[in-house]
């Protein structure tokens, strides 16, 4: 793995027995040499960064948090790959935009689509004035009539 760092681990239940209270992380170099120790777990999770590279993961729960081997208590695994599209160089490259010619014909229709749409927004607005001038002489008429007791 060329990113040579681990982000996060997450333990759900505690170790059993109950006396056992630590998690280590561990991971497989790619050299073949012994598993390297990433760190104590704490409470679930821990950040890690690493030198070498490595092709796995594991976690053991251990009885001592100082410990420089694995036992044989592995509760988690995972295998780490390189993502392929990460590694190749990549060069942007813009998006041809396609020529566009308007014949006459499209023009005037583009204009009198244009004008339509003019035509309906100044409908709307003349339909939302009337609405609101409807519901001020309601509201005049209201005021005016109501009994004064």
């Known amino acids: 793995m060329s990113d040579k760092s ?3 681990a997450s333990l759900i239940y505690p170790p059993r027995p109950p006396e056992v209270t630590t ?3 561990w991971a497989t170099p790619i050299s073949g040499k012994g598993p390297l120790r990433l760190g104590d777990l704490g409470k679930g ?3 890690f960064q690493v030198k070498q590279t ?3 993961l594991f976690v053991t729960i ?3 948090a100082n410990v420089k081997a694995p036992s044989s208590s592995i509760i988690m695994t995972g295998g780490v790959e390189p993502i392929s599209f990460l590694q190749r160089p990549t060069t942007p490259t813009p998006t041809p935009e396609p020529e ?3 014949t006459e014909e499209e023009s005037s229709s583009t204009s009198s689509l244009s004008t339509r749409e003019k035509l309906l927004v100044a409908l709307r607005r003349a339909g939302i004035a009337a609405v609101i ?3 001020a002489i309601v509201g005049l008429i209201f005021v005016v009539t109501r009994s004064r007791g």
């Open 6 to 8: 681990f982000d996060g």
């Open 23 to 25: 998690y280590v992380m």
């Open 45 to 47: 999770e821990a950040r």
């Open 54 to 56: 490595f092709s796995s």
């Open 62 to 64: 251990e009885a001592n």
């Open 100 to 102: 566009v010619t308007i």
């Open 133 to 135: 001038a409807l519901v």
